[in-house]
């Protein structure tokens, strides 16, 4: 059975996620077609309008309901985390321009994420952003502390920082 190689792969003692990716990828569709209510990794899903669905539907939602509850997840955002976070030793960082509203020059919030290699500097961070912040870099700040930190200041995991450049991106 299922749960029987389950555990056996998980006494080998190796690090074992089960994934569902068919539900998944059902969930996300019926998300995107917004007829349900779901985020990748969510534990579970609400159904907006069960009127409108057809008994197949019902039936994938039902069987995807009970994979949730027993699982707790799809595993598929468990997996892209611990190949990003673990194999990768990659670390997230959220650059703002707005430092007051956590927002790009857009106004939108926290629009962005990075994923830059743990040890990574600020100025790093400004190169992924674009060459031209990276080569007018003076400062960041961590918006968190308010501290100003130098070219040479590593990133942490969830770090929110904003680039100070004599020269902006084109």
Not at 48 to 72: C, H, M, P, V, W
Not at 86 to 94: A, D, G, P, T
Request: charged share 30%.
């Amino acid at each position: 059975t299922v749960d029987k190689n389950i555990n056996a792969m998980k006494n080998t003692g190796r690090d074992v996620i089960v994934c569902a990716s068919e539900a998944e990828n059902l969930l996300r569709r019926a998300a995107k077609k917004g007829i349900i209510h779901y985020l990748p990794g969510d534990n579970s899903f609400n159904i907006k309008q069960e009127a409108e669905l057809n008994d197949q539907q019902k039936k994938a939602l039902r069987i995807i309901r009970n994979i949730l509850s027993k699982y707790g997840s799809t595993g598929i955002q468990e997996v892209i985390n611990y190949a990003c976070f673990k194999l990768l030793n990659l670390i997230v960082v959220y650059p703002v321009e707005d430092e007051l509203k956590l927002t790009d020059k857009k106004g939108n919030i926290l629009p962005d994420a990075r994923l830059l290699p743990r040890g990574s500097t600020a100025k790093d961070l400004a190169h992924a952003i674009h060459a031209d912040l990276a080569k007018g870099f003076l400062y960041a700040i961590d918006i968190r502390s308010k501290q100003r930190l130098s070219s040479e200041y590593k990133l942490k995991n969830n770090d929110v920082i904003k680039i100070v450049s004599a020269t902006s991106r084109s």
